[in-house]
């Protein structure tokens, strides 16, 4: 199994976005109540592999359309900024 891609992270205060993309070789979403990422990590200095692009390594969001044993079966995902961080837009409640 292929790891699914961050496609796109708006999350532009994490330590891993470089020009709206993530550089974490693997993140993890959610903590079992709120699809957060939980790899989020503000200020500097910048993190990562600027040649990579960021992938879904874990899901513990086991209420989520697309997690088959805590693992994320999307082609891949976006994260954007909502109220209580940076976010999975791509959750979808099962």
Same mark, same amino acid.
């Given at each position: 199994?292929?790891?699914?891609?961050?496609?796109?992270?708006?999350?532009?205060?994490?330590?891993?976005? =470089?020009?709206? #993309?993530?550089?974490?070789?693997?993140?993890? /979403?959610? &903590?079992? =109540?709120?699809?957060?990422? &939980?790899?989020? /990590? #503000? @200020?500097?200095?910048?993190?990562?592999?600027?040649?990579?692009?960021?992938?879904?390594?874990? !899901?513990?969001?086991? @209420?989520?359309?697309?997690?088959?044993?805590?693992? !994320? =079966?999307?082609?891949?995902?976006?994260?954007? /900024?909502?109220?209580?961080?940076? &976010? !999975?837009?791509?959750?979808?409640?099962?």
């Amino acid at each position: 199994m292929e790891m699914p891609v961050v496609r796109e992270c708006a999350a532009e205060a994490c330590a891993y976005n =470089r020009e709206l #993309s993530c550089h974490a070789l693997a993140i993890t /979403v959610g &903590d079992a =109540r709120h699809p957060h990422c &939980d790899t989020f /990590v #503000s @200020g500097a200095p910048k993190g990562g592999d600027p040649t990579a692009v960021g992938r879904v390594g874990a !899901c513990k969001m086991s @209420g989520c359309l697309h997690n088959v044993q805590l693992e !994320c =079966r999307a082609p891949g995902i976006s994260v954007g /900024v909502q109220s209580q961080g940076a &976010d !999975c837009l791509t959750y979808a409640s099962a």
